[in-house]
């Protein structure tokens, strides 16, 4: 499936058409929308797609998701978060139904992405909405038996946006070698066990691995975040070249 996606990369994207087979209520203004897509040429964890709507009267808007589910499973998940403002994201998330069609294309990137023939350790870290490329990286480290050293960390404003926190916690309880850590920056609810406040130095340094140990670090999420960790984790010691960031930009959706 890797050879497929990077063949995928390397010829002209072409739009094509998928249907939807289910949607998934996630979390507060959050679902998954799970996709058949049989032209779909394969992906790498971490990469996204471009979905396009087109009116009736034919404006056209765009906007880029990441993917959600691992390489190896059949149908393609898109996990997406309505904006109260948003052009793409109130429809996909309030309007679509199962049996719907989108158009969409990819997959994109190549440089935000883990193979788990790469190995570990790895840190992920995401902010808000910025753990669904992660959570591809972690399901594609489930479907291959990897037991890669991975972590995630995982920053929201309050416990009802976290994104998958069911099945992480899941996954970390499985005890080979994934672990989960949540943090809430804004309100924690009574008998919340995970940390309250935001990533900082001190945080990664309670979360992450020794630098002598050549982590590598994947940070998602608002680009405030991004800028935030990343920079947190230089200071830290570790290499600029270790580090690959996504940014979700100020608009969209």
Request: net charge negative; with cysteine.
């Amino acid at each position: 499936m890797a050879g497929a996606a990077v063949l995928g990369r390397l010829k002209p994207l072409t739009w094509q058409v998928c249907d939807v087979a289910e949607l998934v209520d996630e979390a507060l203004d959050v679902k998954t929308l799970v996709l058949d897509a049989p032209e779909w040429p394969g992906h790498l964890a971490g990469q996204h797609v471009d979905i396009r709507l087109t009116a009736e009267d034919g404006y056209q808007a765009q906007r880029s998701y990441s993917i959600a589910s691992a390489p190896e499973e059949g149908r393609l998940a898109l996990t997406v978060e309505r904006l109260a403002d948003g052009e793409v994201s109130p429809y996909l998330t309030d309007v679509l139904v199962v049996g719907d069609k989108l158009e969409l294309r990819g997959p994109i990137g190549g440089y935000f992405v883990w193979d788990a023939g790469e190995g570990g350790p790895v840190l992920l870290l995401g902010g808000g909405s910025g753990v669904v490329p992660l959570m591809a990286m972690i399901r594609h480290r489930r479907a291959v038996g990897s037991h890669a050293p991975m972590r995630l960390l995982y920053s929201a404003k309050r416990a009802e946006e976290l994104i998958y926190r069911e099945e992480l916690e899941e996954l970390a309880g499985r005890g080979d070698g994934f672990e989960a850590f949540f943090t809430l920056t804004r309100e924690q609810p009574d008998g919340w066990q995970g940390f309250g406040r935001r990533v900082d130095r001190e945080l990664l340094g309670e979360v992450g691995w020794p630098v002598s140990e050549d982590p590598r670090a994947f940070v998602c999420g608002p680009t405030g975040f991004v800028e935030a960790v990343a920079s947190s984790l230089v200071e830290s010691g570790l290499p600029p070249n270790r580090i690959k960031t996504e940014r979700f930009g100020p608009t969209g959706g």
